[in-house]
């Protein structure tokens, strides 16, 4: 069974970091493409940045291309989102999602929450 547990929000000033951890289980992490997505209040999930674990492949909604970083550690099954410079739009919740094929799809976390005040 595909589990995904994140980790590491918080509340934080603009201009300020945070990074966010997804642990991963129950499915061979080697192959899959695994994607962090935001949830702004009242809004629908919207891609922000996702990972290939086999070749380490990147994408980057272009909202935080230049201030965050996607990384996974394939020796602890984990995916991590560097964030920087952050903004106030970048408050929601955070979800991981783990698919064989396609980033933002699959089984997600439970999230975690990112306030960003201004």
């Known amino acids: 069974e595909v589990q995904l547990v994140e980790s590491g929000g918080g509340l934080v000033q603009a201009g300020g970091s945070l990074r966010l951890s997804c642990q991963a289980s129950?499915?061979?992490?080697?192959?899959?493409?695994i994607g962090w997505l935001r949830q702004a209040p009242g809004k629908e999930p919207k891609g922000v940045s996702c990972?290939?674990?086999?070749?380490?492949?990147?994408y980057y909604a272009d909202a935080v291309k230049g201030r965050f970083t996607i990384s996974s550690d394939n020796t602890k099954n984990m995916v991590y989102l560097q964030m920087n410079s952050l903004k106030p739009e970048d408050t929601g919740v955070y979800y991981c999602a783990a698919d064989l094929y396609r980033c933002y799809s699959g089984t997600r976390g439970q999230g975690t929450q990112v306030t960003v005040s201004s």
């Open positions: 990972i290939s674990t086999s070749d380490h492949s990147t």
């Open positions: 129950g499915f061979t992490f080697d192959d899959y493409a």
